[in-house]
């Protein structure tokens, strides 16, 4: 960890970087992108770098990480690593990436920061990012070996679109099989694969979706895995058309808008192994099929609750499973039938639909944003999943803990950049 001497200096000096890292982050990628155009077009997202939300997100993770070192100098903070490294390692990042970084992160701290930058405070600094960066690429070298990969080789693979479903208005499901053939690697249900598509202008922007469905492990039961005149399929992602807002500077979403336009079956798609590290407990043991559980989601975060719904099925989960689920309208719950009937065949399972805008008859303590209050209490040793935008996500982690669920037993993905943001 830290050197005594570094540990000094980064406390010192975290107030004034922290200050000063909105600046710094906003410099760092001017210079990365004039430095190397291919990352913005071909690695980053354009989307949301031009909403500052990347920016923010690496602002976090370097300010977040300091103070870590700085309060709990014996740990790392694993689970938030892990998070960002399963996220690297779905993007293809290599190694020598976080070279290409330091190099141009510490030219914008001395931009910023001018003569405050001493060597003993770059070198500090230094050991600050070289701690984050090497623990993450161990981690991330784990993954890809776990799926038989080298860092940055063998990312993409080609998979064929066999059916795609319109769920919504705004949501696609494209069911997909390997083009080549051959089987395909297992998953976790709750992970997510990238996909990678070559826009108009020629980037090839890449986006993360969490798998809704398919057949990646053994014990999987394989119910609806054929189709009629569609043949076999074995993933299933469904993709929310990301629509942005003109007044606010916020861009359509890229690949999700390309996804809904021009991609149908028999078309092909680049898409990488399945990584995220929001799944379930292995259900091999009987314990664990005695754990209750309860899935929360809001709006598209359905998509990885309806993976695990359908394991908890097929391993024959007998313990009570509480599925949670707030959208705007019936009509825009993505999935639906299946969050229904996944739930139905559980033996202890029961779901609460909270709506804004239900349908006639529609129960009035589920109108609304989703409130535990409404539901029966919790049951003693239940492990909560979530997953949806961050303000559902806090409140329902606040209202679980309020109900006895240890915050240990409170897991949560988090879709775009904020993964450091999701402390707490």
């Known amino acids: ?79 938030l690593l892990r998070r960002i490294a399963h996220k690297h390692a779905s993007l293809g990042v290599a190694p020598g990436q976080y070279e290409i970084v330091q190099q141009h992160l510490f030219a914008a701290i001395a931009d910023v920061l ?19 960066a090497n623990a993450l690429i161990a981690v991330e070298a784990g993954l890809y070996a776990g799926h038989g990969l ?19 208005a705004d949501v696609a499901t494209f069911r997909l099989r390997p083009a080549d053939g051959a089987p395909a690697p297992d998953f976790r249900a709750g992970q997510y694969v990238s996909v990678q598509v070559q826009l108009d202008d020629g980037a090839r922007q890449i986006r993360q979706y969490s798998l809704s469905g398919g057949a990646g492990r053994a014990g999987d039961s394989g119910e609806g895995l054929r189709l009629g005149g569609g043949g076999s399929w074995v993933r299933q992602i469904s993709v929310k058309r990301v629509r942005g807002d003109v007044g606010a500077g916020v ?34 043991a009987a ?19 309806i993976a695990m719904l359908r394991r908890l099925v097929d391993t024959g989960h007998r313990a009570p499973v509480t599925v949670v689920h707030a959208d705007r309208s019936p009509a825009e719950h993505a999935l639906r039938a299946d969050h229904e009937a996944y739930t139905g065949k559980l033996p202890a399972g029961c779901a609460y639909f909270f709506y804004e805008r239900p349908e006639p008859g529609h129960p009035a303590e589920l109108t609304g944003r989703a409130d535990l209050a409404a539901l029966p209490p919790v049951p003693a040793g239940t492990r909560a999943y979530l997953c949806g935008p961050l303000p559902f996500m806090r409140a329902v982690r606040a209202q679980l803990i309020e109900r006895g669920v240890r915050a240990a037993d409170v897991h949560y993905e988090v879709f775009g950049p904020d993964l450091w943001l999701a402390r707490g």
């Open 1 to 79: 960890m830290l050197s005594a001497q570094s540990a000094a200096t980064v406390r010192a000096t975290l107030p004034v970087v922290g200050a000063a890292i909105g600046d710094i982050t906003e410099r760092f990628y001017v210079r990365l992108f004039e430095a190397h155009p291919e990352l913005l077009r071909d690695l980053f997202n354009r989307g949301n770098q031009a909403a500052g939300t990347q920016r923010q997100a690496l602002a976090g993770s370097i300010a977040a990480f300091a103070a870590h070192l700085l309060d709990h100098p014996d740990e790392r903070p694993d689970v």
């Open 114 to 132: 001018g003569d405050a930058v001493t060597p003993a405070v770059a070198a500090a600094w230094d050991d600050v990012y070289w701690l984050m």
């Open 150 to 168: 080298v860092a940055g080789d063998g990312t993409w693979r080609e998979w064929e679109v066999v059916e795609r479903v319109e769920e919504t």
């Open 251 to 284: 861009p359509d979403g890229e690949v999700s808008n390309h996804l809904h336009a021009r991609v149908r079956e028999g078309d092909v798609l680049r898409v990488s192994a399945p990584y995220g590290d929001l799944v379930l407990a292995e259900a091999d």
């Open 287 to 305: 314990a664990d099929r005695e754990t209750p559980l309860l899935l929360a989601s809001a709006g598209i975060g359905v998509t990885p609750m």
